[in-house]
């Protein structure tokens, strides 16, 4: 499935910020979601995901309280609102879905998912 992230940009630490994951096609909520990203010289590390329904999310234990997931499947979009940035959230932020509707054991691991969008970037200034 196709999907094209957007919302990226530059905000000042304690600020707000909202980036969302178009995915094309009729199978959207077929899909669970997660959001990923990756900071120059780091890993893809997970951020968030949420299953079919929008009823179970997880987060990493470093957006817990801050970030939150969430989605449309009427228009098959997926946000990711991030409260309270810092300067450490600063990566180009990826969405990626996974071809199963709840969250396997995978969901935290890159591998978990099968296809990805191309990627938002996300600056957090001090």
């Known amino acids: 499935v196709p999907l094209q992230a957007s919302g990226g940009g530059l905000v000042q630490a304690g600020g707000s910020l909202r980036v969302s994951c178009a995915a094309s096609g009729r199978t959207f909520s077929a899909y669970a979601m997660g959001w990923f990203r990756q900071a120059p010289g780091k890993e893809r590390e997970f951020v968030a995901a949420i299953n079919w329904s929008g009823g179970t999310t997880s987060y990493a234990d470093s957006v817990k309280g801050r970030f939150t997931i969430s989605r449309d499947n009427a228009k098959n979009l997926v946000y990711l609102q991030m409260n309270s940035l810092k300067p450490e959230d600063t990566a180009v932020y990826y969405c990626?879905?996974?071809?199963?509707?709840?969250?396997?054991?995978?969901?935290?691991?890159?591998?978990?998912?099968?296809?990805w969008g191309q990627g938002t970037q996300v600056t957090v200034s001090s």
């Open positions: 990626a879905a996974a071809r199963y509707r709840s969250l396997s054991s995978q969901y935290m691991r890159v591998t978990g998912y099968d296809y």
